[in-house]
């Protein structure tokens, strides 16, 4: 059984279940079988907003883990799942990644999500999570003047020149539309196994991982990286 896969994050409360929310709304219509999981690090409400659209839901929190690879390692567990469901659909929305990676995985549909409000700079800053998605889903635009809209819009589009800009709307829903028809249109995947993600994660092996929490240079060993502050210049220079 086959299975469209679509991996949905961005920053935190950027509006990514509100916009998915609408979006299984306009598949359930359509009579698509969609399933949902939601990974975040400590807590997530958001699984309940998902099963008032009576689809079926799983949540997984990382809790002591880098929720990065825990997302990763889940990756095939989350398919088996939906599979169990009989979807047709999987919308994994992840949270908690840090900037240096992402989530997006080859024959999946990813889609950032992003907001108006987090500023010009934003979109280079979240790196890999932005620049290897395949569609930007830009919200909260009913914020912000026209002229910011297209600011900002032009700060994505240079970060990621390839992927589709989608104007949504987590309160009203406008803009959901295209970006169900954006999932139907993608070829459904026959298994994730196999796959590989778009960029590499951070190398991460180091005492903190081990469960280490005195600071300083005896405590540390593994895989660390230290800041390199150049040569000292005089700020009283003659």
Not at 129 to 139: E, P, Q, R, V
Request: overall charge neutral; some cysteine.
């Amino acid at each position: 059984m086959s299975l469209r896969f679509v991996i949905v994050a961005g920053p935190p409360s950027s509006g990514k279940t509100s916009a998915m929310l609408h979006t299984i709304a306009h598949l359930k219509k359509s009579g698509m079988p969609v399933a949902a999981c939601k990974i975040d690090c400590l807590e997530t409400a958001d699984d309940r907003r998902y099963r008032q659209l009576g689809i079926p839901v799983a949540i997984g929190l990382s809790e002591y883990l880098c929720p990065d690879h825990f997302y990763a390692v889940n990756l095939e567990e989350v398919w088996s799942w939906a599979r169990q469901q009989n979807a047709e659909v999987l919308i994994l929305e992840t949270a908690g990644l840090c900037h240096r990676c992402a989530p997006a995985v080859e024959g999946c549909l990813a889609i950032c999500v992003i907001d108006n409000l987090v500023g010009l700079e934003t979109p280079k800053k979240i790196g890999p999570m932005l620049s290897t998605a395949d569609i930007i889903a830009i919200t909260k635009g009913d914020m912000v003047s026209q002229a910011e809209k297209e600011v900002f819009r032009d700060a994505v589009e240079t970060v990621n020149p390839g992927a589709r800009v989608i104007h949504v709307n987590g309160l009203s829903g406008q803009g959901s539309l295209a970006l169900k028809r954006a999932i139907l249109a993608t070829r459904p995947l026959e298994k994730i196994t196999g796959q590989a993600l778009r960029y590499s994660m951070p190398a991460a092996t180091c005492s903190y991982c081990a469960g280490e929490t005195i600071v300083g240079g005896s405590f540390q060993m593994g895989n660390i990286k230290k800041i390199d502050f150049g040569e000292s210049e005089s700020c009283c220079k003659k």
